[in-house]
């Protein structure tokens, strides 16, 4: 199995986004920055979603409303985030599979995923009970934490990969 995914990463890596990502004089710049400023969209106003859910912020706010406002800038930063990390993954694949860190940052991004669907598919589906209370139930919160912890850790294992990877 490995040796498969090592020949696919090979691959990815002599396509024309992975050529582009480590040769050409700007590109790992420019998409690093497009990345980065996903991240800032995507994780930073869910942070402030999480800590609604986690009963620290904007009490006075309806969960649902904060979401709703939220929700658009949140999207779209995931959406730019994922392109982005596609691309710069095209261009050092065999070096991020290889890397603990990265295998890190995918399990953290996969425990938020799961953490994401639980919440809209179970614990809101009961929001109608908690929507407008200050403190939500402990459902919420202990949702809103995971989010924030699987987050952190994407984030710190991104950076790190940087730094063990070249």
């Not at 609604?52 to 949140?74: E, H, I, K, N």
């Not at 995971?146 to 991104?158: F, H, P, R, Y």
Request: aromatic residues 14%.
């Amino acid at each position: 199995m490995s040796v498969l995914i090592l020949n696919i990463c090979t691959w990815l890596e002599e396509t024309p986004v992975g050529i582009l990502v480590r040769e050409s004089l700007w590109g790992f710049q420019v998409i690093v920055a497009f990345h980065l400023l996903g991240l800032m969209f995507s994780v930073g106003t869910l942070a402030w979603f999480d800590l609604r859910l986690f009963g620290v912020s904007m009490q006075g706010s309806r969960v649902s409303d904060v979401y709703r406002r939220l929700a658009p800038w949140m999207l779209s930063g995931f959406a730019l985030m994922i392109v982005t990390g596609a691309m710069l993954f095209a261009g050092f694949a065999t070096r991020a599979y290889e890397n603990t860190f990265f295998r890190i940052k995918v399990a953290a991004i996969l425990i938020a995923g799961v953490n994401a669907l639980v919440f809209h598919f179970v614990t809101e589906r009961q929001i109608a009970r908690w929507d407008d209370a200050a403190s939500p139930p402990r459902g919420a919160k202990l949702a809103g934490g995971i989010s924030m912890l699987a987050w952190v850790v994407v984030i710190l294992a991104g950076r790190i990969m940087s730094y063990t990877m070249f």
